[in-house]
């Protein structure tokens, strides 16, 4: 606890302050080739997880057949490429999702790419899947074992020749099956805010198409769909209807938001350059409606990864109450610091034995439970 109280001040007063105020894309590439150095050494590892991690029986789950020994995932988007899930690990996360990748190595969009917005406490996220492709990402971490679940999120090539619906199937489904057998659980990203031809497999119909070809692709692994957060709860439902047919078995609530607009964005964050999806805090009230809602209507028949603006085991506590068996998160990180994922599961455990939990399981929907 000393430890990591010195580390946030650190982090607070002396790392991020230097960090912002460089590009931040260039901030991203650095610490993840100092993040996968890091994690080549054993001994670095362990004296890392010493550090940051934290466990306690409460916070374990068994779900979809996958043991996760706390409920905090890195969210995708951060290690695109499957290089740092090792020093992932040793930072105390119970889960990573590598990716977004997709079926042909993608560049992303031109730079600049990324910005903070560090009044709204929030990420412009313009990126456009930038990722070494399937193949190559697969033939890496092939065989290889993780002490923690990892799942692949995959999505579609971001270029002109996958905006055709069935050359965008074609391309998720070259991904699925070069990750079929490579992780924990899979997620099929249909939401990402910053791509050619935009986000085809949003509507009914079409995801209806790609789903019927995923069926076809042998995977023992669950399955998750990452859904949108600006969509009504209406034409959720009408995606979730589709994903009752087929091989679904979660969701991931909910990618960026494309809305500038709301009132949780400071507009004096925001310069004419900036284009993309909105991370962070700005997220985290709509994300938390969606997870309710969704919760509310198929909780029993779905597993929920709640991810959008946890800076605290408050706010993963809320998300949980909300629905989610599991949280994930990217801007937190960055703002609050590496000790923060230990801080939350420190802070959780707390929490669920202040309201009387003696297993994470039984506080999540609580909320909704309470307020049907
Ligand atoms: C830099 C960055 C890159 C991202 N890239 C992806 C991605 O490739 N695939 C994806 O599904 N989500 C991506 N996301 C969205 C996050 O996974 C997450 O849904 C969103 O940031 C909200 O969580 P947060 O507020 O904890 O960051 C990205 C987010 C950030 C900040």
């Not at 606890?1 to 460089?22: D, N, V």
């Not at 489904?173 to 070069?178: D, K, Q």
Request: net charge neutral; proline share 5%.
């Amino acid at each position: 606890m000393f430890a990591t109280s010195i580390i946030r001040w650190s982090y607070q007063h002396i790392l991020k302050p230097l960090a912002f105020r460089f590009d931040p894309e260039d901030v991203h590439d650095a610490m993840i080739r100092f993040a996968s150095v890091l994690g080549r050494s054993p001994r670095v590892q362990h004296a890392v997880s010493r550090i940051f991690c934290f466990s306690n029986t409460t916070l374990e789950q068994d779900l979809l057949g996958i043991h996760f020994t706390n409920p905090v995932g890195l969210s995708a988007g951060f290690d695109k490429n499957g290089q740092i899930i090792d020093a992932i690990t040793a930072t105390g996360f119970g889960f990573t999702e590598i990716g977004s990748i997709t079926g042909k190595p993608c560049a992303g969009n031109p730079k600049p790419r990324l910005w903070r917005l560090p009044k709204s406490q929030a990420i412009m996220v313009w990126y456009g899947l930038k990722n070494d492709g399937c193949i190559a990402i697969a033939h890496r971490l092939h065989k290889q074992q993780y002490p923690i679940p990892v799942g692949t999120s995959i999505a579609r090539t971001n270029d002109a020749t996958t905006v055709d619906i069935q050359a965008g199937i074609n391309d998720y489904a070259t991904a699925f099956r070069e990750f079929a057998t490579i992780g924990a659980y899979t997620t099929i990203n249909i939401s990402c805010p910053n791509t050619c031809g935009g986000e085809p497999f949003t509507t009914p119909d079409r995801l209806e198409l790609l789903l019927s070809v995923i069926d076809t692709i042998p995977s023992a692994k669950p399955i998750f769909l990452k859904l949108p957060v600006d969509l009504s709860f209406a034409d959720t439902d009408a995606l979730i209807v589709v994903a009752q047919r087929h091989r679904v078995h979660g969701f991931v609530i909910a990618n960026l938001t494309k809305s500038h607009q709301s009132p949780n964005i400071d507009k004096t964050d925001l310069t004419e350059n900036m284009r993309g999806g909105i991370s962070g805090k700005p997220t985290f009230d709509q994300s938390n409606a969606l997870i309710a809602h969704v919760f509310r209507t198929v909780g029993n028949q779905f597993v929920i990864i709640g991810v959008g603006g946890i800076f605290s085991a408050e706010d993963a506590y809320a998300k949980i109450r909300s629905g989610a068996s599991l949280v994930q998160l990217i801007t937190g990180l960055i703002f609050e610091g590496p000790q923060l994922v230990g801080e939350i599961n420190r802070d959780l455990t707390a929490l669920l034995a202040r309201d009387g939990y003696t297993t994470i399981r039984d506080a999540v929907g609580a909320s909704v439970r309470a307020h049907p």
